[in-house]
């Protein structure tokens, strides 16, 4: 992920770069990897309101060229012998207008309030959801899906017990459980 954030950040605005062409870089990237077999689902690269669509996905039809401003959101994964990934994040390109910089700090804000929380024994992950929805719902703001997920091994990268839903949930998270923050 690292590789590619320094590619797009070199030739964004300098080249033709599409929704397409970031899946396609993520897969190349990934593919020079040691002990890499595969993507864990497709790439998910949404830019300007694709962005807000869940579960987006690409097409030439629907496609958008990036420019150097707006903001893009990424959800990207790879199966490697030791481990399956999932990432999921904003990324800001030069300028970006003032509602786009509120909603880019309410995720921000979310994403850190749960990734810094320690929790006590017995907690689940409805119990956590809610911290991650604070910052937005002080502004009457909420999203549709789940805060995160657990992570499968070369099967479906959402695998449970394990997630962070406002869904009911009795699964105690446990130590060594691993769950995103999406």
Same mark, same amino acid.
């Given at each position: 992920?690292?590789?590619?954030?320094?590619?797009?950040?070199?030739?964004?605005?300098?080249?033709?770069?599409?929704?397409?062409?970031?899946?396609?870089?993520?897969?190349?990237?990934?593919?020079?990897?040691?002990?890499?077999? *595969?993507?864990?689902?497709?790439?998910?690269?949404?830019?300007?309101?694709?962005?807000?669509?869940?579960?987006?996905?690409?097409?030439?039809?629907?496609?958008?060229?990036?420019?150097?401003?707006?903001?893009?959101?990424?959800?990207?994964? *790879?199966?490697?012998?030791? *481990?399956?990934?999932?990432?999921?994040?904003?990324?800001?390109?030069?300028?970006?207008?003032?509602?786009?910089?509120?909603?880019?700090?309410?995720?921000?804000?979310?994403?850190?309030?749960?990734?810094?929380?320690?929790?006590?024994?017995?907690?689940? *992950?409805?119990? /956590?959801?809610? /911290?991650?929805?604070?910052?937005?719902?002080?502004?009457?703001?909420?999203?549709?899906?789940?805060?995160?997920?657990?992570?499968?091994?070369?099967?479906?990268?959402?695998?449970?017990?394990?997630?962070?839903?406002?869904?009911?949930?009795?699964?105690?998270?446990?130590?060594?459980?691993?769950?995103?923050?999406?």
């Amino acid at each position: 992920m690292v590789k590619f954030l320094l590619w797009l950040e070199k030739n964004i605005g300098r080249q033709e770069i599409s929704e397409i062409t970031v899946s396609e870089k993520l897969k190349e990237l990934r593919s020079r990897q040691p002990d890499n077999i *595969g993507i864990s689902f497709e790439t998910i690269a949404g830019y300007k309101d694709h962005g807000a669509m869940m579960h987006y996905f690409a097409t030439e039809e629907s496609k958008y060229m990036l420019e150097d401003k707006g903001m893009m959101v990424l959800d990207s994964g *790879g199966q490697y012998l030791n *481990g399956t990934t999932d990432i999921t994040r904003t990324i800001v390109f030069n300028e970006i207008n003032e509602e786009e910089r509120t909603d880019f700090t309410l995720v921000l804000k979310a994403h850190i309030a749960l990734a810094s929380t320690k929790f006590l024994y017995g907690a689940t *992950g409805s119990n /956590l959801d809610v /911290l991650a929805r604070k910052p937005l719902w002080e502004l009457g703001l909420d999203y549709k899906c789940g805060t995160g997920h657990g992570v499968g091994y070369c099967l479906s990268v959402h695998e449970g017990p394990q997630s962070l839903s406002p869904r009911p949930n009795n699964v105690k998270l446990e130590r060594g459980m691993i769950v995103t923050i999406e």
